[in-house]
């Protein structure tokens, strides 16, 4: 598996990095929820329906749950969680609701554990989605 990149120079003239380059992520196109469905059809014994069924069932309870303030754990999927934004106010008395929330964003933590204590980066977290990983510059 593989994430592709290709450099890009950063033409940000503000930018501390500008003229410099980077690696940019080059996507591979998008793949739709019944092209998931097919795939777990052809892996187990559920049909194509049954999975659509059981991941409508999972979105509507992991909206009613983030919607009531709880973060939902799904293990090695991660945690989703919904934030309230707001713009500062100097004063708590000053704050309103209806004024100062301005929105809400969800929130997303891949699942990881963090390394043993003899390794060389203590404090890193191994993301169960990164392993296996690699980077590959695209061919243009």
Known sequence: MAIYYKLTQNKISSDRNYGKYYAHTVR?????????????EQNCTAK??????VLRELFDTV????????VVDLREMGKLSIAVKSTCVDDPKEFRRDRHITGFRCKYT????????????PHHIQRSLLEGCEAKEAVE
């Open 28 to 40: 591979q196109g998008e793949v739709s929820l019944e092209e998931i469905e097919n795939v777990i």
């Open 63 to 70: 909206k009613n749950y983030m919607q009531q303030g709880y």
């Open 48 to 53: 194509a329906s049954d999975v659509r069924l």
């Open 110 to 121: 891949p699942h990881g554990e963090r390394n043993g204590a003899g390794n060389a980066q």
